[in-house]
């Protein structure tokens, strides 16, 4: 059995075991971050196995993991987002030959704990939020232009927040008098925007969370993603998906049903199971989480989801 990593990785080993790693497959690990799922996948390949991976971040791009893991002649790393896994994979000529996909779809913890990354709350750094820095508008920027409307409509959306009325309010009122560019200067005035607090939760959390969706298109992003998987897949080809709130776990459930069920109607009876067209994928088993133990060593696992399916 695969070594767990020391730095544990979120549904490390329920990842690995829905893959089915076949020794000479060729592999797609959608999210490096740090490389945990990624030397998991490398663990069980023989000497003809692949494994391609991606990440828009460039600071995961460029860390120590990655450099170590380039050493291996298996292993490709390209810096790119879920929307151009099909042109990376295509470049390759591996199209239609994956062996199995794995998308990771949270944000990693060294963009939670970098202050600099602007992605938390509770320390001080630019308000950034983007994954890929080099590319589209910041969270300041984007604050700074978006209609109140909008941005009400943004907060509800993608965050849940039940006072986003006030808070579009409140940030829309504060540019006008200075821009909002320090991601504590955001948090305080959320908090002071609320009317309460709920137990146990930062009022800034869902705030936070929906604006990073909206800078980095996460939603687009991972829908075409997962449309460019079908194609990318070989058949037998497993999809393997891990999401963390309920935005993206629904996306990811309904692609897995659309793609799962019957897809035309013959229009006569009686009704053949040969007249049916099938969709492209067969859902494998019921959603899968976290077990205790793991939620133990790793809080930030509670919220995560993975789901499976297998090209037909």
């Known amino acids: 059995m695969t070594e767990m990593p020391a730095h544990q990785t979120v549904l490390y080993a329920e990842a690995l075991e829905q893959l089915a790693i076949k020794p000479d497959g060729t592999y797609l690990d959608c999210t490096f971050g740090r490389g945990g799922h990624s030397?998991?996948?490398?663990?069980?390949?023989?000497?003809?196995?692949?494994?391609?991976?991606?990440?828009?971040?460039?600071?995961?791009?460029?860390?120590?993991?990655?450099?170590k893991l380039r050493q291996d002649p298996r292993f490709e790393l390209h810096h790119a987002s879920f929307a151009e896994l099909a042109a990376v994979v295509g470049r390759k000529g591996y199209a239609g030959k994956i062996d199995g996909i794995l998308m990771d779809l949270g944000v990693s913890s060294p963009q939670l704990d970098i202050a600099e990354r602007g992605f938390s709350f509770l320390r001080d750094g630019p308000l950034d939020m983007r994954m890929d820095t080099g590319r589209g508008m910041s969270a300041a920027d984007y604050l700074a232009r978006v209609e109140e409307n909008e941005l009400v409509r943004i907060l509800f959306e993608y965050g849940d927040e039940r006072f986003a009325k006030r808070i579009a309010r409140a940030i829309v009122s504060q540019?006008?008098?200075?821009?909002?560019?320090?991601?504590?200067?955001?948090?305080?005035?959320?908090?002071?925007?609320?009317?309460?607090?709920?137990?146990?939760?930062?009022?800034?959390?869902?705030?936070?969370?929906?604006?990073?969706?909206?800078?980095?298109?996460?939603?687009?992003?991972?829908?075409?993603?997962?449309?460019?998987?079908?194609?990318?897949?070989?058949?037998?080809?497993?999809?393997?998906?891990?999401?963390?709130?309920?935005?993206?776990?629904?996306?990811?459930?309904?692609?897995?049903?659309?793609?799962?069920?019957?897809?035309?109607?013959?229009?006569?009876?009686?009704?053949?199971?040969?007249?049916?067209?099938?969709?492209?994928?067969?859902?494998?088993?019921?959603?899968?989480?976290?077990?205790?133990q793991e939620l133990r060593n790793n809080p930030r696992a509670r919220s995560a989801v993975m789901r499976v399916a297998e090209k037909r």
């Open 39 to 67: 030397r998991g996948i490398l663990a069980g390949l023989d000497e003809s196995g692949r494994l391609l991976a991606l990440d828009r971040d460039a600071d995961a791009i460029a860390s120590p993991e990655a450099e």
């Open 175 to 292: 540019r006008q008098q200075a821009p909002i560019t320090t991601t504590l200067a955001l948090a305080r005035l959320i908090e002071h925007s609320v009317p309460f607090r709920d137990k146990h939760k930062h009022p800034a959390t869902r705030s936070f969370q929906a604006i990073r969706i909206e800078v980095n298109q996460e939603l687009e992003q991972i829908k075409a993603g997962l449309q460019q998987a079908l194609d990318t897949l070989a058949p037998g080809g497993r999809l393997v998906v891990i999401s963390f709130h309920s935005l993206e776990d629904r996306i990811v459930k309904r692609f897995i049903r659309d793609q799962s069920g019957a897809k035309t109607d013959p229009g006569k009876l009686p009704v053949r199971e040969q007249d049916i067209e099938q969709g492209q994928l067969r859902k494998i088993g019921k959603s899968i989480r976290a077990q205790a």
